[in-house]
């Protein structure tokens, strides 16, 4: 009944995002092999689990784009590949504007504090 309702991204896009950002700063700074066959694993799965066709089509194609693999050497590159990522994604969609790195990074801070705080009362 409400199938359409969760398969758009204005239900889920902005806690995915979230998401995926944590994932990316608390990926390990010197990651092991298993841990970047792990991290692909997971970022590549998610081209076919994302409740929206179109964004999985999307995502699909910026896979074959641009290559996860070099980017999980560090968390600094892993970091930096998620919000090219999203910039990339926000300019398809004309949503927003590109963020920098440093932008992104206190953007969800705040988040995350203001979620801990709010969840820890």
Known sequence: MFDHIYKSPMVWGENAW???HCVTYTYPNEP???????????????????????????YREYLLEHSIEPSLVSQKKFVQYV????NHINTNIK??????LE???????????????????
């Open 103 to 121: 932008q992104c990074k206190n953007l969800f801070e705040n988040r995350c504090i203001q979620q801990y705080l709010r969840d820890s009362s």
């Open 32 to 58: 092991s092999l298993e841990q970047q066959k792990q991290y692909k694993t997971f970022m590549t799965s998610l081209q076919h689990v994302l409740p929206c066709p179109t964004c999985r089509r999307h």
């Open 83 to 86: 919000l090219r990522l999203h």
């Open 18 to 20: 979230m998401f995926l």
């Open 95 to 100: 949503q927003k504007q590109s963020q920098t």
